[in-house]
Each structure stands twice: as C-alpha cells, then as structure tokens.
C-alpha cells in the first residue's frame, strides 16, 4: 500500500479488468459473500449478474432451500467503481479496509470473471485447498522484504 490507501492492480489483474469493461479504467470491488476478503471484477461483468441470480434461485429451489433473491441481488449490484491509472495505482474505499481485512499489503489471487483481494494474514487462515496462493502471498511477502518485488 502506498500513500493515501493507494495499492497498485497487478498487470494481468489490470489487462483483465480494462478487457472486460470495454477498455475502460475501473475496478468493480465488493466485499467477497463468505470470505474476509474483497472480490474484484471488470464492468462486463455486471451484465451477467440477473443470469446468475436466476440460476442461483433455481439451485436453491431444486435443493428446497431458501433463497432471498432481494438481498442477494443487493450483494451483487453493492459494488464500488473504482477508477484506476495506466499503472493500475487506485485508491481503496475506506469501507473495504474492514470489510475484506485489508491493512498495508493485499495479495491478488485469481483470475478468470473475478478475483480475491486479501491481507496476507487472512490468507494464511484459509484451511485445505489454500496452500497454493499462501505460499504465493508468502514468496511475494519475502521478495518484498528484500526488495525485489512488490506488495
């Protein structure tokens, strides 16, 4: 994290985010619906949001479970549009220091429509099925340390 809440999106995060939203600078952030961490995306993303609302609802359905179709909706359109630069420096809403246990460092993992945003520390809770992005965090964490990398 730099100045101000400042942390810069990683190269591959940033080309994938910009090709979703048509070219344009903005990272969709939200808090992540099970995780202590955040979830990032791209604008085109919106657009498949009621397709995945549907098939929820009928997931919840056919296995006779309550779904709150209202709420959940409330979760997937809540996200913050946050502009960022050529170098993918953006300034992180205070709300989602909380809300996803961000403090001065966030490791990006993931890939594909979405992504996670995670203080290394919460990271390193995350049971079975974790321990490829943790000893990613961990490598990313000593690089910096030893100034050859970033946060």
């Known amino acids: 994290m730099g100045e101000k809440g400042r942390f810069v999106l990683p190269p591959d995060f940033r080309k994938a985010v910009r090709d979703s939203g048509q070219g344009e600078r903005v990272l969709c952030l939200a808090k992540h619906p099970r995780w202590k961490c955040l979830i990032g995306f791209g604008l085109g993303r919106v ?27 409330n979760q997937l359109y809540g996200f913050a549009r946050v502009p960022f630069d050529d170098s993918g420096r953006f300034v992180l809403p205070e709300r989602y220091f909380k809300l996803g246990g961000i403090d001065s460092a966030a490791f990006f993992q993931g890939g594909g429509k979405s992504f996670t945003i995670w203080n290394p520390a919460e990271l390193a809770k995350m ?25």
């Open 47 to 73: 657009s498949e949001f009621e397709a995945e609302l549907d098939r929820e609802e009928r997931i919840a359905l056919e296995r006779n479970q309550d779904y709150d179709r209202e709420l959940r909706a």
């Open 127 to 151: 049971g079975a099925g974790w321990e490829d992005a943790q000893e990613a965090c961990a490598e990313l964490a000593a690089q910096a340390q030893n100034g050859k990398g970033r946060k």
